[in-house]
């Protein structure tokens, strides 16, 4: 089966909905969400996500919240289950399932290969207080505010 190009004016807008998931990997995203993130139905954007990047958008989130959760574990000392949680899993089961299919090893197995190379790590509690001190609440789903112009 063949994929028909996808058209260039939709592009920005797949981008917009890729940014969404890079800026709020974290938070639980849903097909919906970043759908109307592009301004496109959700069966229309899940086709043309994929034709695009090569991967869907749950893999692709998928691949952004490991990635972050392995820079938690070879920066810091932040545990596996605090590295799950901040980036976005509720299940250590799912997250070390899909961390050990994209990485090749589980989280501690990874965690520990970088705890012998003597490099200082970031505490943990900086990487919480950073996290909370440069953020403003969220509100990724809502419309823009007015600005009366």
Known sequence: MTTRPVPEA??????????????????PLDLDELARAAGVSRYHFL??????????????LAERR?????DLLRATNVTVTEACMMVGYSSLGSFSA???????????????KYATEGVPHIPGCYVFMHG??????????????????
């Open 132 to 149: 909370l001190s440069d953020r403003k609440p969220s509100n990724f789903g809502e419309a823009p505010a007015s600005d009366g112009r």
């Open 66 to 70: 490991i990635e972050r959760a392995q």
């Open 98 to 112: 899909k961390f050990r299919q994209l990485v090749g090893m589980s989280p501690s197995e990874y965690q520990a």
């Open 10 to 27: 939709l592009l920005s807008h797949l981008r917009r909905a890729r940014d969404l998931a890079d800026k709020h990997y974290a938070s």
């Open 47 to 60: 086709r043309c996500f994929a034709a695009t990047y090569g991967r869907t958008p749950a893999a692709y």
